[in-house]
């Protein structure tokens, strides 16, 4: 395993993550990422990924904001769930970038992999947003700092 920051080269790659969990899941609010904005943000966003040998099993976008990083994507593929490989990942991402801004992300309030996911990382809630998906679901707001 090896993690790496991730460049346009790596753009049919993270594509076919994320296909692979539309596959998995379906098309569902907590994760769908249609071609023409996972295109839009993967050229406004800056992306590290980690590989198992050559193959890219997760990755994470991420923005600059005055304030802030804001995650705006975490994938990890389905075969190389529960591995700790997104901890590994998000933890290189807090050492990297977390020292100089907070980190802030959203997610859906009935996704608790993730949440739980961030709560172990120390990211912590501090706000909810009402019918923010597009099924009328809650979006959860986390920070670490
Ligand atoms: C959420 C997601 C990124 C987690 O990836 P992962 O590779 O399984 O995460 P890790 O193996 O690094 O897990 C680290 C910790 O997260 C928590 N966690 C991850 N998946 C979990 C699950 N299904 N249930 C409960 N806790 C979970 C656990 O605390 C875990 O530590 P542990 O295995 O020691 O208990 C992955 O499930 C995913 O890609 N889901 C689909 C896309 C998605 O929903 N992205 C987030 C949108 S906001």
């Not at 395993?1 to 594509?15: G, W």
């Not at 996704?111 to 809650?138: C, H, I, S, W």
Request: aromatic share 12%; with cysteine; glycine share 6%.
């Amino acid at each position: 395993m090896h993690i790496e920051t991730l460049s346009s080269s790596h753009k049919p790659s993270m594509r076919s993550l994320v296909e692979a969990i539309h596959v998995e899941q379906g098309l569902l609010p907590q994760f769908y990422w249609p071609k023409d904005l996972l295109g839009a943000e993967m050229a406004a966003a800056e992306a590290i990924g980690v590989f198992e040998d050559a193959e890219l099993v997760g990755f994470v976008l991420y923005r600059e904001l005055p304030q802030a990083w804001e995650i705006s994507l975490v994938a990890c593929h389905p075969q190389f769930r529960r591995r700790g490989y997104m901890e590994m990942l998000f933890e290189h991402l807090v050492a990297a970038k977390g020292q100089e801004r907070e980190l802030w992300l959203e997610v859906h309030e009935e996704n608790v992999p993730a949440q739980k996911l961030y709560e172990k990382l120390g990211f912590k809630e501090v706000r909810r947003r009402p019918r923010y998906y597009m099924d009328g679901a809650t979006a959860i707001l986390y920070t670490r700092s």
